[in-house]
């Protein structure tokens, strides 16, 4: 299979990786793109391959020696067939609402909740982690706080305590519609942009403790770019950006819709999809401390939401094993231990 190409539905998924089989074929594909090369003497031939159903493991002709197709992976020396895992990671990187353990279970079959749970667990582990690296730079950076409700345990029924979200989202512009600006010398200023040639381009999301000076400037010292374009609205607590490298821009939006549309459009429905995924998927009620962990991972499917690939790969641990090992590491077997 073409790892360039993913599908793109549920049916065409179960189409291109049908069983057991293809999925390994798809992790040696991946792992030895030239052909099999023992991680042990680094022999460069085709390996001896096990029909048995539940065998992840190619064994070199010249050595001997097996090589595991799921080692240094979230699969290792797990019973669960990869086909369940290679499931998993597709709903979790591509369904817009994060799956509960048991309409996982139910999903994929499985008899026992505690194993829809552990794999669960394992695929979401990569995408709670948080993204470091700064946004910004060349494209305008809007940043903009909300109150998301969450359920606070021990006070009963319909007692919700509010919690401070930031967020911060790229604003790019689509590319014919680029072209188009820049032949009328209008890119990203001089002219109000439609709302419809922009798209949202990588998003960072931060529970704070609450929205005074210090914490919403640390978030964007944290993570934008010094020296981008920052649209904020009027809140005082943004006035230190400028002095702190920032090409600030604030507008006041007295609640109207029409300078919010213009000015910032795309935190707001980034802000507004959030609560809505709260809402639908988990009720409203995740309970604060929990938040930041549902922040991130809602953080991480949306900013690989154009390389489904890349988040499937990445969940399964499968991404590292794209980059071949040098001569020395094969040679000292560095390779085979690293893996
Ligand atoms: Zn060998």
Redesign the pocket.
């Known amino acids: 299979m073409d790892p360039r190409g993913f599908p793109t539905s549920l049916p065409e998924f179960q189409k291109v990786f049908p069983d057991d089989n293809a999925c390994k074929e798809y992790l040696e594909s991946i792992r030895w793109p030239d052909g099999f090369i ?1 991680p ?2 680094a ?1 460069h031939g085709e390996p001896w391959r096990f029909g048995t159903r539940s065998s992840t493991v190619l064994r ?1 002709r ?2 001997r ?1 097996n090589a595991s197709l799921t080692a240094g992976t979230v699969m290792q020396s797990s019973h669960t067939p990869l086909s369940v895992w290679f499931w998993a990671a597709y709903l979790v990187t591509t369904q817009t609402p994060g799956q509960s353990a048991l309409q996982f279970q139910r999903q994929l079959g499985l008899s026992r909740y505690e194993t829809a749970f552990q794999i669960l667990h394992k695929l979401r582990a990569g995408m709670v982690r948080p993204e470091r690296d700064t946004i910004g730079g060349e494209y305008p950076v809007e940043v903009d706080e909300c109150l998301i409700g969450g359920k606070t345990r021990g006070k009963g029924r319909g007692v919700h305590q509010m919690t401070n979200v930031i967020a911060a989202v790229e604003v790019r512009l689509r590319k014919d519609d680029e072209d188009r600006a820049a032949k009328r010398g209008n890119k990203h200023e001089g002219g109000k942009p439609l709302k419809r040639m922009l798209y949202a381009g990588r998003l960072r999301l931060r529970v704070i403790p609450n929205r005074s000076t210090a914490v919403v400037t640390k978030f964007v010292e944290d993570n934008v770019t010094a020296d981008s374009i920052v649209r904020t609205d009027a809140f005082p607590g943004y006035a230190p950006l400028k002095s702190l490298g920032y090409i600030h821009q604030s507008m006041a939006l007295n609640g109207s819709p029409e300078k919010a549309d213009t000015h910032l459009p795309m935190v707001h429905l980034v802000i507004s999809n959030l609560k809505t995924w709260i809402m639908g998927t988990h009720h409203g009620a995740i309970a604060h401390y929990h938040l930041q962990a549902y922040l991130n991972e809602y953080q991480y499917r949306f900013n690989r939401r154009f390389y489904p690939m890349t988040a499937f790969n990445s969940v399964l641990g499968i991404a590292a094993r794209s980059i071949p090992p040098t001569y020395d590491q094969l040679y000292s077997g560095a390779w085979a231990h690293a893996t």
Request: net charge positive; charged share 10%.
């Open positions: 023992c042990i003497c022999n070199c010249a050595c020696k």
